[in-house]
């Protein structure tokens, strides 16, 4: 009896270190508070706390030198568009964020994760979430009890509700990211079956977000894992998942007329474009008015909604309609760009961007390296195919949003995962694999 009892003690202490992680990412799930800070921003802060005292306590160095310049390089942009803030409080808390999501978080899933085993956890923390979310938004599909969208409140929201009707979709998406690179990678075929079901059970929800920015940052992102993966499996998952498309689109019906035109819009934004992208269109060329006038450092953090109506031509409509799944119908003003590229662009200028993106671009290159390593000679595949693809969704994803709302920590983490594997997986031991783990330490400190 001792002996089948003792073993739990210890797992789940060894899981201990990922379960603050693995519970700012569950709180997602949790009914969006509509204002100030949610349950997974709160409990992103107590992690990073505890990071914190867990240093202090182990006095080991917090971060990686490379890691610690790389996450650190958007502190520079962040610390001069503050001082240009309108105010005191707009600086800080637009700082807050952004270090939030961008630094701090990153740097706590650093030092938190001690091994692949703990990557996968994490990984799947996404897969579950999405998948709590996507039911939530098919049930309000199908009910008609969803966010509106053309005049029907069909437009699946999940739990984050229509303030924030890109956090189901972010959640799924990166769920749906997760799951493929789990799926692609040579973990036992049954762990691989669930991932590639998963995968393909989140394609529903994702498409009745009607979010045209999540489809296309998606699509291409699992493209790019097919192809890193190996052609003859690219060949034979797009196989798949194109019989599953003619599946759900046609014999179950999911391919309903909104949804095609939706779709039919993504080739429409030129010649015919509707007003939500006509609104795009005006908030772009407005960001990149106030960026010609402060080129350098921006007009501020938190300025773009003081400087819009002075940039902005008569275009740009009064906000977003906003009703269903629980809210009464408003009108949602327009204060961002829609583009984080942008909305850093006309905030912190020049510096702002080039430290802000040339740090996403290097932590790219480097959990790309990682992947192709492991291809040729390691374990691992599934870690760096999912790694590389929630960054790549993300600088996707930005091209047609920017942060905001409760789903924006998931950003937060999804860095550090990709941060993990690009710099620090070879600097510790691997709960995975502990001698093949400690064999690689030693030869680099040999080196």
Same mark, same amino acid.
């Given at each position: 009896?001792?002996?089948?009892?003792?073993?739990?003690?210890?797992?789940?202490?060894?899981?201990?270190?990922?379960?603050?992680?693995?519970?700012?990412?569950?709180?997602?799930?949790?009914?969006?508070?509509?204002?100030?800070?949610?349950?997974?921003?709160?409990? /992103?802060?107590?992690?990073?706390?505890?990071?914190? &005292?867990?240093?202090?306590?182990?006095?080991?160095?917090?971060?990686?030198? *490379?890691?610690?310049?790389?996450?650190?390089?958007?502190?520079?942009?962040?610390?001069?568009?503050?001082? !240009?803030?309108?105010?005191?409080?707009?600086? &800080? !808390?637009?700082?807050?964020?952004?270090?939030?999501?961008?630094?701090?978080?990153?740097?706590?899933?650093?030092?938190?994760?001690?091994?692949?085993?703990?990557?996968?956890?994490?990984?799947?923390?996404?897969?579950?979430?999405?998948?709590?979310?996507?039911?939530?938004?098919?049930?309000?599909?199908?009910?008609?009890?969803?966010?509106?969208?053309?005049?029907?409140?069909?437009?699946?929201?999940?739990?984050? !509700?229509?303030?924030?009707?890109?956090?189901?979709?972010?959640?799924?998406?990166?769920?749906?990211?997760?799951?493929?690179?789990?799926?692609?990678?040579?973990?036992?075929?049954?762990?691989?079956?669930?991932?590639?079901?998963?995968?393909?059970?989140?394609?529903?929800?994702?498409?009745?977000?009607?979010?045209?920015?999540?489809? &296309?940052?998606?699509?291409?992102?699992?493209?790019?894992?097919?192809?890193?993966?190996?052609?003859?499996?690219?060949?034979?998952?797009?196989?798949?998942?194109?019989?599953?498309?003619?599946?759900?689109?046609?014999?179950?019906?999911?391919?309903?007329?909104?949804?095609?035109?939706?779709?039919?819009?993504?080739?429409?934004?030129?010649?015919?474009?509707?007003?939500?992208?006509?609104?795009?269109?005006?908030?772009?060329?407005?960001?990149?008015?106030?960026?010609?006038?402060?080129?350098?450092?921006?007009?501020?953090?938190?300025?773009?909604?003081?400087?819009?109506?002075?940039?902005?031509?008569?275009?740009? /409509?009064?906000?977003?309609?906003?009703?269903?799944?629980?809210?009464?119908?408003?009108?949602?003003?327009?204060?961002?760009?829609?583009?984080?590229?942008?909305?850093?662009?006309?905030?912190?200028?020049?510096?702002?961007?080039?430290?802000?993106?040339?740090?996403?671009?290097?932590?790219?290159?480097?959990?790309?390296?990682?992947?192709?390593?492991?291809?040729? *000679?390691?374990?691992?595949?599934?870690?760096?195919?999912?790694?590389?693809?929630?960054?790549?969704?993300?600088?996707?994803?930005?091209?047609?949003?920017? &942060?905001?709302?409760?789903?924006?920590?998931?950003?937060?983490?999804?860095?550090?995962?990709?941060?993990?594997?690009?710099?620090?997986?070879?600097?510790?031991?691997?709960?995975?694999?502990?001698?093949?783990?400690?064999?690689?330490?030693?030869?680099?400190?040999?080196?």
């Amino acid at each position: 009896m001792s002996l089948v009892l003792v073993p739990l003690p210890r797992r789940a202490a060894a899981l201990g270190p990922v379960l603050p992680l693995v519970a700012v990412v569950a709180l997602l799930a949790l009914p969006s508070t509509g204002d100030g800070a949610g349950p997974a921003d709160v409990m /992103s802060a107590l992690v990073v706390g505890y990071c914190v &005292i867990r240093l202090l306590r182990e006095r080991r160095r917090p971060l990686p030198p *490379r890691a610690a310049v790389l996450l650190g390089l958007p502190v520079v942009g962040l610390a001069l568009a503050a001082m !240009g803030a309108g105010s005191a409080a707009a600086g &800080i !808390g637009g700082m807050g964020r952004y270090l939030q999501v961008f630094v701090l978080v990153p740097a706590a899933v650093l030092v938190l994760l001690r091994g692949r085993a703990d990557f996968r956890l994490l990984a799947w923390a996404f897969v579950g979430l999405a998948l709590w979310q996507g039911a939530v938004g098919v049930h309000q599909y199908t009910t008609g009890t969803g966010a509106s969208y053309q005049g029907e409140t069909v437009r699946a929201v999940g739990t984050f !509700g229509a303030q924030d009707v890109m956090g189901m979709a972010t959640a799924v998406s990166l769920g749906l990211v997760c799951a493929a690179g789990l799926a692609l990678g040579h973990a036992p075929r049954w762990q691989r079956a669930a991932a590639a079901g998963c995968a393909l059970a989140l394609v529903l929800p994702l498409a009745l977000s009607f979010s045209r920015g999540a489809w &296309i940052a998606t699509a291409l992102t699992c493209s790019v894992q097919l192809v890193l993966a190996g052609l003859r499996r690219a060949l034979k998952v797009g196989a798949a998942v194109v019989a599953s498309g003619v599946i759900l689109m046609g014999g179950f019906g999911v391919g309903t007329a909104m949804l095609s035109e939706r779709i039919g819009s993504i080739t429409q934004v030129a010649d015919a474009p509707d007003q939500s992208v006509i609104d795009r269109y005006t908030l772009w060329a407005a960001a990149t008015g106030m960026w010609r006038e402060e080129p350098l450092t921006g007009v501020g953090l938190k300025n773009f909604p003081e400087y819009r109506d002075g940039h902005a031509t008569l275009a740009l /409509s009064s906000g977003s309609d906003i009703e269903g799944a629980g809210e009464t119908y408003h009108k949602q003003a327009l204060l961002s760009p829609h583009n984080m590229y942008l909305l850093v662009l006309s905030e912190q200028g020049l510096v702002g961007v080039v430290t802000l993106a040339g740090s996403w671009l290097a932590l790219l290159v480097c959990a790309v390296r990682g992947l192709l390593r492991v291809r040729r *000679r390691g374990p691992g595949l599934d870690c760096g195919l999912v790694a590389c693809g929630l960054l790549l969704w993300q600088l996707t994803d930005y091209v047609y949003g920017d &942060i905001g709302g409760p789903s924006t920590v998931l950003t937060g983490v999804a860095l550090g995962l990709t941060a993990w594997w690009g710099l620090a997986r070879d600097e510790r031991p691997d709960t995975a694999c502990p001698d093949e783990a400690r064999g690689r330490v030693e030869e680099a400190v040999a080196r």
